[in-house]
């Protein structure tokens, strides 16, 4: 069974960049295709982002579209997100998992953008 875990997050200023980390167990992830939700304070979760188990397809939310890349590297079993031009209204817990969402959650890691 994959495991999760996300890193990365912080505290940035509108027009800041971060990069997320998604670090996956097992040697199943290669084999999944992942994506990058998000869940605001009083809001559900949403999907950001989405990728092919090879990398080679991409999908976006129109929100981030042109702000925000997902990536991954199956030969370390690890996934990013690199956001850009960071937004107020894109504070959230920002979580990993295949898409669709089979994997238990990880803890998530918390963005901030506030000046």
């Known amino acids: 069974q994959v495991q999760l875990v996300e890193s990365g997050g912080g505290l940035v200023q509108p027009g800041g960049s971060l990069r997320l980390s998604c670090a996956a167990s097992?040697?199943?992830?290669?084999?999944?295709?992942m994506g990058w939700y998000r869940q605001a304070p009083g809001k559900q979760r949403e999907l950001v982002a989405t990728?092919?188990?090879?990398?080679?397809?991409?999908n976006y939310a129109d929100s981030v579209k042109g702000r925000f890349t997902i990536s991954r590297d199956n030969a370390k079993n690890t996934m990013y997100l690199q956001m850009n031009n960071l937004k107020p209204e894109d504070t959230a817990v920002y979580y990993c998992?295949?898409?669709?969402?089979?994997?238990?959650w990880g803890q998530g890691t918390q963005v901030t953008v506030s000046s």
């Open positions: 097992g040697s199943d992830f290669r084999l999944y295709r």
């Open positions: 990728i092919s188990s090879g990398g080679s397809s991409t």
């Open positions: 998992n295949a898409h669709p969402a089979t994997i238990d």
